[in-house]
């Protein structure tokens, strides 16, 4: 990656007055603002389908997109929907109410399906053919999910839960429409993503596009794919995903995700993997494998566990992995998530792959004063971050965090009690010999504890911070632009 720049910004956050942030004219208006700023990268969060708890890393699907991003002003304008139909619905307001902005986007995008496909049901086709490894399952998936009442896959009637060939062709017919409805969905989505990719790409913006290593459990991707996962008979996890206890959480992190059956997935040459990755690398110009340690090995617990304190370590696809993504997708850039515990054998990992890693500015400051997140540490071949999704603000790590940590960020960075303590640490990572710095759009906007994006550990009230209009500013622009320009990132 060459020396550059850009913000994390997940499309839910982006203004707008349905809710949400779509891919609508807040979203062109934002790459607008990178543009103006100098920025190379807009950083995403994962945009599949999501469920309970709305975490873009527990997807629906890991090949679908997002409905609730589907942007209504085009739809509108196409004479799918009437304008009054959607300013009818309580879409809430301030930060992202899902328990409005679900049901009213569902209404809508069914209106639009009874009016409008039939006008564009050719062009429907012609998506699905072209997304044939994924589409029909996703829809099947998602049309019994709704027959069942939105229980889980492995809730349902056993027929159709182990995929019996009859069941499936059952299904297929009596929920017909339903499925066609779900394909009609993902056709405007991918439709909308494209145009708005292609508009990027002409201001010199690219897209980071951030995959989860795992797949929910409830998901297309495990229903549809049994053979790939670590299950029992009745296809249910004996053991899920999670990382032993760390800076984020004194019980670990208990995902649940169901583990990859690593073996069966190289003896199939890593066909899913391959098709993952090649429906990321349409989405984004980069990939960022979140995760990436667990490649190398992963953490492994019992599915009755609690919490992810009693698990294991156990051995990854390591580099025969990544050697067959890099032979098979010539040129891909990927930046590797490797954060967490990390051992000789994942830093070997990493360094064989020739992937950049990550350093967090939040995690450079302990008492050792011998953090590898130290900037005069870091190697080229590296992204550096102010904070990602996960972390405090700057804003707000100054406010809540360590004052040890605090005051040691000010003496090497050189930040004086009157500096602007959020631009003092924006400056440390510009400067730094990293080739890529990346930071959240919260910490240039200068917010605190309202409008953090996620909490690590805790399922609800996280994903939900939006924007508000007009604060992606254009002299916040110009002064992001001058200091690109002075640090060589432009």
């Avoid at 060459?2 to 807040?26: D, H, N």
């Avoid at 340690?293 to 009755?304: C, D, F, K, Q």
């Avoid at 700057?394 to 809540?400: A, G, Y």
Wanted: glycine share 8%; hydrophobic share 35%.
């Amino acid at each position: 990656m060459k020396r550059a720049s850009g913000i994390i910004m997940p499309v839910f956050s982006l203004p707008g007055k349905y809710g949400i942030g779509t891919f609508g004219k807040e979203a062109y208006d934002f790459i607008d603002f990178l543009s103006d700023a100098g920025q190379k990268y807009w950083q995403v969060l994962p945009m599949g389908p999501t469920d309970c708890g709305n975490s873009p890393y527990s997807s629906l699907s890991v090949f679908a997109g997002n409905q609730n991003f589907i942007d209504l002003e085009q739809l509108i304008e196409e004479g799918a929907v009437d304008r009054k139909e959607v300013e009818m619905i309580d879409w809430g307001s301030g930060d992202v109410d899902y328990d409005k902005v679900i049901p009213g986007k569902k209404k809508i995008l069914k209106s639009a399906y009874l009016k409008a496909y039939n006008s564009v049901k050719e062009e429907v086709s012609d998506f699905a053919e072209n997304n044939i490894s994924w589409i029909y399952d996703y829809a099947l998936y998602m049309a019994l999910k709704e027959h069942f009442d939105g229980l889980p896959w492995y809730e349902w009637e056993e027929d159709i839960r182990l995929r019996e060939q009859e069941a499936v062709e059952k299904y297929r017919s009596e929920l017909k429409d339903s499925i066609n409805y779900h394909i009609y969905v993902q056709y405007l989505f991918f439709k909308q993503w494209d145009k708005l990719k292609k508009y990027a790409e002409d201001k010199d913006v690219k897209f980071i596009g951030d995959i989860p290593i795992y797949a929910a459990m409830d998901s297309a991707d495990v229903w549809a794919s049994p053979e790939n996962f670590q299950l029992d008979k009745k296809n249910m996890p004996v053991d899920v995903a999670g990382v032993p206890p760390d800076y984020f959480s004194e019980e670990g992190q208990l995902w649940g995700n169901p583990l990859y059956d690593w073996l069966a997935m190289k003896n199939d040459g890593y066909g899913w993997w391959i098709r993952r990755i090649g429906a990321a690398e349409r989405l984004y110009d980069v990939i960022r494998i979140d995760h990436f340690r667990g490649l190398e090995s992963y953490w492994a617990v019992p599915a009755t566990e609690k919490t992810a304190i009693n698990g294991e370590w156990r051995k990854g696809p390591g580099l025969d992995f990544i050697e067959r993504i890099k032979g098979w997708f010539c040129g891909i850039e990927i930046i590797a998530e490797d954060l967490g515990i990390l051992t000789d054998d994942v830093r070997k990992l990493l360094k064989n792959s020739g992937f950049p890693g990550m350093k967090v500015l939040q995690f450079a400051f302990d008492d050792s004063r011998n953090s590898d997140y130290l900037p005069h540490k870091y190697e080229k071949n590296c992204v550096c971050y102010g904070g990602t999704h996960d972390n405090a603000t700057i804003k707000e790590w100054l406010e809540t965090g360590d004052k040890k940590e605090i005051e040691f960020a000010r003496e090497y960075f050189g930040i004086n009690k009157k500096d602007n303590f959020n631009f003092g640490i924006i400056r440390g990572g510009m400067a730094s010999v990293a080739d890529t710095f990346i930071t959240q759009m919260q910490d240039y906007l200068e917010l605190g504890k309202e409008a953090r994006t996620n909490i690590p550990g805790i399922a609800f009230g996280n994903w939900k911070w939006k924007m508000e209009e007009g604060a992606a500013t254009k002299q916040l622009a110009a002064k992001i632009l001058k200091m690109t320009k002075l640090y060589g990132r432009y």
